[in-house]
C-alpha cells in the first residue's frame, strides 16, 4: 500500500499540471492517447471504462472524465488500468517534462521522472518479477501435500459409515458397539446449523476430550433426512491442502461431499504455510455446503492466547511457527457451539435413564471412556456426596472441607490443609465425637480419590498437577469440576475460617471468591485485620480495591480507597501509586493532589518501581507540552517512554520509533534508530511496529531484507496477528503479480479477506470489484460482491455504498441489494462525502419534480452540495435549471452562465445527465 509519503511527490507532479490545464483539458489529451493506442487495454480490459474513454459520440463526456482527474489530483489516487496510467504519463511529460521545484526542494535528486514517481503511488503497480518463484514453491508444497496417506478417514453416507471402527466411538461397556445416544443440549445449535448451510456454512464444535462432539455429530448427521455425503478429514499437517485439492477436483461430481468435517482439527496445526487458516477453511465452506471443525477446548485456549500476544515467544522463528492469527481465532469463535464437560441437568437425566434401560449394574467395570458413561458416573459421584451429606460424619465434613478448598486453594490443596478443614466441619457435624486422623486416612484414600473403576480418573477428589500456578510444590487435590458448580453455591458460609490464622495468599483467593459474588463489604471485613497486622502492600491494595467497588468515599478501617491505596504505595506497591495517580488525573486539573501528591507524582513513584504504564503514561504527558525538551518529574517525554520501553512496554518502543522517524532515517532518538526502536516494539508484540518495519523494508526496495524479513515478509507476520492494514497490503503484492499469484502462503483475494475480517474496507471493496468483474452472482472468499460492498460500506467505504447503489439503480426503481435501495445507499455514500452520489440523489430528487423534496433537500440543493464537492455534472444541471428561468434567472446566486464555467463549458448548454 501507497503511504501518503510515497504519494506526495506524485501529486505534487499533478498540481503543477492542474496550473497549466483544466482538468477537462487533461481528460481531453488523455483520451487522444487512449484513442491512438488501443493495443494497450489488452493487459486489463474493463468494458465499462474501455467505453467511457474510447467510444466515440457514445462516450461519455471529457467533464464527465475531468472528474477521475480531480481525484487523481486532490486525492493522490493512480488510475487503475494500465492504458490510462500510460496516458496519464504521456500528458505530464509533455506538459510539465521537467522535475517541477516543489518536487525537487522537498526530495533533492530522488525524482527525476513523473513515471517513476506514479510508480511509488501505485497500489495497483504489475511487477511480476516473483511470480515463477512463487508458482514453483507453492507447486512443491502441493506435491507434499499429495503424499500426505489418508487424508479422508471415512466418506459416504452415516449408514454407510462403521463409527465403532471408522472413527473410534466404540465402547468396552457396550461390547466395542456404539452406545446408546444420549441427546446433548448443544445437539439443537449444531442440528439447525446444518439444516441452513446457506448462512452458516461454517460450524466449530468446542469441548474437552471425552464431551461428545464427535458422537453427536455422527447421530446429528445421521438422523438428517436425506443422510448427507460426508468425508471425515484425517487430521495431519500439511493434510489440508491436499483436501481441497481433492475436493476441488470433485466439486461438480453429483457425489462430491454435502458435508466436511475436520475432526480434532488441531492436529492438522495453525502454521500459515500448511495448517488451519482462515482462509483455507473459507475455501473448503466453497467447495462443499457445510464445513464442520471438531476442536479440543484446550487448543483453542492456547490459539487465542498466542493470538492476542498472552504467549511470549523465544524467537522470531518460536513465533512463525505457532501461526495461530487472530483471524483463525475469530473465524472458530464467530461459529463456536461449546460442548461443555460440565453437564445439565437434562443431560444427566437422559443419561442415568439411558444407563438403567440398558441394565448396566452398578457400573462395575465402568472405563469411562465415552460420554455416557462419564455422566452416568459424574451422576453417581454426585448421588455418593448426597448420601454422604445425609449421613454425616466424616465423609460430610470431607466434602465440605473439599468446597471449602475450592475457594481458599483454587488451584488444589495440599493434603494437610483438607484434614485442618475437615477437622473443622468434623466438629460441627459431630460435636461430641472424638477427632480419629486415621479415619480421615481411610475415606481420603478409599473413598474421595477412588474412582468407580480401576484407574477411573473420576474421583470426588482429583489429584492436580504438582506445579500449580501459586508456585507450591507438592501433592495437592481439587474437588471434581463437575462437582464443584453442584456443590459450591455463592453464598458460601465461611465464617468457621479465622481470617487472622490464614495465610495471605488463602485470604486473597478467599476475597476474589467473595467479590465475585459481589460480597464486598464481607470481601473487606476478612482483608482488614490483615491489612492492619503487617507490611504487605498486596492486601492493603486489595482492599483499597475493594472499597473502590463499594464507592470511592466509603470508609473502612478508617481510611477510604485512596486512603489504603497510600498506605500500600508506603509499603512498596507499585500499582497502587499508580491507581492514586488515575484518581488524581480524573479530577481534571494539573496540580489536584490525592493523598497528598498530583497524578504525575504518584506515576513517578509507580514508575520508579517498575510499573511500565506509569512511564509511558509520564512520557505522553510530557509530550502533550509541546516541546522537545519540556520535563515532567526530571524526565523528558523521550526519557520516560524509553524507560517504559527498556521494561517491555510495546507502546513507548513503538512511539519512540516513530520520532525518531519522523527526525529522518538515520536519526538517534534516546540510542536507537526507528528500526531499531520498532524492532523492540515488535519482539514485545506491537503489530503496527511490525507493519512500520515491513513499510521500511520496502521503501529500501521489493527484495531488501531488514532484520531478516522482506517487507512482505515482515507485513505476514503483522497480519497474522491481526493487522489488516499489513494483510491488505500484502494483497496488493499479490494483486500485481497476478490474480493466481501467491505471496506469502495467500493470493490477493486471500489477503484481501483476511484484511476485511479486521474491519478494513478497502479490502472489503477491492473484493468486491474483483467479484463484480467475475460476475454478479460469482462468489469471492465467501461474498458476492454487494456482500463484500455491504460490509465495506459498514465500515464506512463510500465508493462501496456509492457502487451498491449504481447496482440496485440498474436493478429498478425499486430494488433492494443488500436491503437498501438505491437511495438510500447513495444517502450513505453522501453522508461519507461521496461527490457522484450527492450528484445521483439529485437527479432521484429532480425525477419526482423540480420542488420535491427527498430527504431533505430538492435536487438544486442536492446539485449544489455536489458541486462544492467537486462534481462538475451537477454544475451543469444547475445550469440547465438557470437557462430555463430566463436570461436573469439564477440558481443559488448564479447565473446559467456561470454555472456553465463551474462545468467547465464554455461553449453552450450540454445534455442533462439524468443517472449513475
Request: without cysteine; aromatic residues 6%; hydrophobic residues 40%.
Amino acid at each position: 500500500m501507497a503511504s501518503d509519503t510515497d504519494k506526495a511527490p506524485y501529486k505534487a507532479w499533478l498540481a503543477e499540471l492542474g496550473q497549466v490545464m483544466t482538468r477537462r483539458d487533461i481528460a481531453t489529451a488523455m483520451r487522444e492517447y487512449v484513442r491512438a493506442h488501443p493495443h494497450l487495454w489488452e493487459p486489463d480490459d474493463d468494458p465499462d471504462t474501455r467505453g467511457r474513454w474510447m467510444k466515440g459520440s457514445s462516450a461519455v463526456k471529457a467533464d464527465v472524465l475531468a472528474n477521475n482527474v480531480r481525484r487523481w489530483i486532490v486525492d493522490g489516487s493512480v488510475p487503475f488500468q494500465t492504458i490510462l496510467k500510460r496516458a496519464l504519463i504521456s500528458v505530464v511529460e509533455e506538459v510539465v517534462p521537467e522535475v517541477p521545484d516543489s518536487v525537487r526542494r522537498r526530495w533533492p535528486g530522488q525524482w527525476e521522472e513523473f513515471a517513476d514517481a506514479l510508480k511509488a503511488a501505485d497500489t495497483s503497480n504489475r511487477s511480476g518479477q516473483k511470480r515463477g518463484g512463487a508458482a514453483a514453491k507453492r507447486k512443491a508444497q502441493q506435491d507434499q501435500a499429495e503424499k500426505t496417506a489418508n487424508v479422508v478417514r471415512a466418506a459416504g453416507r452415516p449408514d454407510d459409515i462403521d463409527p465403532a471402527e471408522d472413527l473410534l466411538l466404540g465402547s468396552s461397556l457396550f461390547d466395542d458397539a456404539l452406545p446408546p445416544y444420549v441427546a446433548r443440549t448443544a445437539d439443537a445449535l449444531v442440528a439447525a446449523r446444518l439444516a441452513d448451510p446457506a448462512s452458516t456454512p461454517i460450524t466449530v464444535i468446542v469441548g474437552p476430550p471425552k464431551s461428545g462432539k464427535t458422537r453427536s455429530l455422527f447421530h446429528l448427521l445421521s438422523t438428517m433426512t436425506p443422510q448427507p455425503v460426508t468425508w471425515w478429514h484425517n487430521p495431519a499437517p500439511g493434510a489440508l491442502d491436499t483436501l481441497i485439492t481433492r475436493l476441488d477436483a470433485v466439486k461438480n461430481d453429483p457425489a462430491r461431499p454435502d458435508v466436511v468435517i475436520l475432526d480434532d482439527a488441531g492436529y492438522n496445526g495453525v502454521t500459515p504455510d500448511t495448517g488451519l487458516t482462515a482462509p483455507r477453511i473459507r475455501k473448503i465452506a466453497d467447495l462443499t455446503t457445510s464445513v464442520v471443525l471438531i476442536v479440543h477446548s484446550a487448543d483453542l485456549a492456547s490459539w487465542k492466547d498466542h493470538a492476542t500476544g498472552g504467549r511470549p515467544a523465544s524467537a522470531l522463528e518460536t513465533m512463525t511457527g505457532i501461526g495461530a492469527s487472530p483471524a483463525l481465532v475469530n473465524l472458530l469463535d464467530a461459529n463456536t457451539v461449546d460442548y461443555s464437560a460440565e453437564l445439565d441437568d437434562t443431560e444427566l437425566a437422559a443419561a442415568s435413564q439411558m444407563l438403567t434401560d440398558n441394565d448396566t449394574g452398578d457400573f462395575e467395570g465402568l472405563d469411562l471412556t465415552r460420554l455416557a458413561e462419564a455422566m452416568a458416573t459424574v451422576d453417581k459421584l454426585h448421588a455418593a456426596v448426597q448420601a454422604a451429606y445425609e449421613h454425616g460424619g466424616m465423609r460430610a465434613a470431607l466434602v465440605d472441607a473439599a468446597i471449602d478448598a475450592t475457594i481458599t486453594d483454587p488451584a488444589g490443596s495440599d493434603i494437610d490443609w483438607l484434614q485442618t478443614l475437615t477437622q473443622i466441619h468434623y466438629r460441627r457435624l459431630a460435636r461430641n465425637a472424638r477427632w480419629k486422623p486415621a479415619q480421615f486416612d481411610t475415606e481420603f484414600d478409599e473413598w474421595a480419590t477412588t474412582g468407580f473403576s480401576p484407574g477411573s480418573p473420576h474421583t470426588i477428589l482429583t489429584r492436580t498437577d504438582t506445579h500449580t500456578p501459586d508456585g507450591v510444590a507438592g501433592e495437592r487435590y481439587r474437588l471434581l469440576d463437575a462437582l464443584v458448580p453442584r456443590l459450591r453455591a455463592p453464598d458460601r458460609d465461611l465464617t468457621h475460617l479465622d481470617p487472622a490464622s490464614l495465610p495471605t495468599l488463602r485470604i486473597l483467593h478467599t476475597t476474589n471468591f467473595l467479590s465475585a459474588h459481589n460480597r464486598h463489604h464481607t470481601a473487606a471485613t476478612w482483608l482488614l485485620p490483615v491489612a492492619n497486622r503487617g507490611n504487605s502492600g498486596v492486601v492493603a491494595y486489595k482492599l483499597g480495591n475493594i472499597i473502590y467497588q463499594l464507592g470511592p468515599e466509603t470508609i473502612v478501617g478508617g481510611h477510604t480507597a485512596t486512603g489504603w491505596w497510600a498506605i500500600a504505595a508506603e509499603r512498596g506497591h507499585a500499582d497502587a501509586a499508580f491507581m492514586l495517580g488515575l484518581v488524581a488525573h480524573e479530577i481534571g486539573t494539573g496540580d489536584a493532589t490525592v493523598e497528598g501528591h498530583t497524578a504525575t507524582q504518584w506515576w513517578a513513584i509507580a514508575a520508579r518501581h517498575g510499573v511500565t504504564n506509569a512511564a509511558f503514561t509520564l512520557g505522553l504527558v510530557a509530550d502533550e507540552i509541546g516541546t522537545g525538551d519540556a520535563t515532567v518529574e526530571g524526565h523528558t517525554a523521550t526519557q520516560w517512554l524509553a524507560l517504559a520501553a527498556r521494561h517491555g512496554h510495546a507502546d513507548a518502543a513503538y512511539n519512540l520509533g516513530h520520532n525518531a522517524h519522523n527526525l529522518g532515517p538515520d536519526a538517534i532518538v534516546e540510542g536507537h534508530t526507528a528500526t531499531q526502536w520498532w524492532l523492540i516494539a515488535h519482539e514485545h508484540g506491537e503489530t503496527d511496529a511490525t507493519f512500520n518495519l515491513g513499510i521500511t523494508a520496502q521503501r529500501l526496495g521489493p527484495d531488501a531484507i531488514l532484520e531478516g524479513h522482506t517487507a512482505t515478509g515482515w507485513w505476514a507476520l503483522a497480519a497474522h496477528h491481526g493487522h489488516a492494514n499489513a494483510a491488505y497490503n500484502l494483497g496488493i503484492t499479490a494483486h500485481k503479480l497476478g490474480p493466481e499469484a501467491i505471496v506469502e502462503g495467500h493470493t490477493a483475494t486471500g489477503w484481501w479477506a483476511l484484511a476485511a475480517d479486521h474491519g478494513h474496507a478497502d479490502a472489503a471493496f477491492n473484493l468486491g470489484i474483483t467479484a463484480h468483474k467475475l460476475g454478479p452472482e460469482a462468489i469471492v472468499e465467501g461474498h458476492t460482491a454487494t456482500g463484500w460492498w455491504a460490509l465495506a460500506a459498514r465500515h464506512g467505504h463510500a465508493d462501496a455504498a456509492y457502487s451498491l447503489g449504481v447496482t440496485a439503480h440498474k436493478l429498478g426503481s425499486d430494488a433492494i441489494v443488500e436491503e437498501r435501495t438505491a437511495t438510500q445507499w447513495w444517502l450513505i455514500a453522501y453522508e461519507h462525502g461521496h461527490p457522484d452520489a450527492t450528484y445521483n440523489l439529485g437527479v432521484a430528487a429532480y425525477k419526482l419534480g423540480p420542488d420535491a423534496v427527498l430527504d431533505g433537500h430538492t435536487a438544486i440543493a442536492w446539485w449544489m452540495i455536489a458541486v462544492e464537492r467537486g462534481n462538475t455534472m451537477a454544475a451543469s444541471n444547475l445550469a440547465e435549471v438557470a437557462e430555463e428561468l430566463g436570461s436573469e434567472g439564477t440558481i443559488g446566486g448564479r447565473t446559467a452562465l456561470e454555472w456553465r464555467r463551474l462545468a467547465g463549458e464554455d461553449d453552450g448548454p450540454r445534455e442533462q445527465q439524468q443517472g449513475p
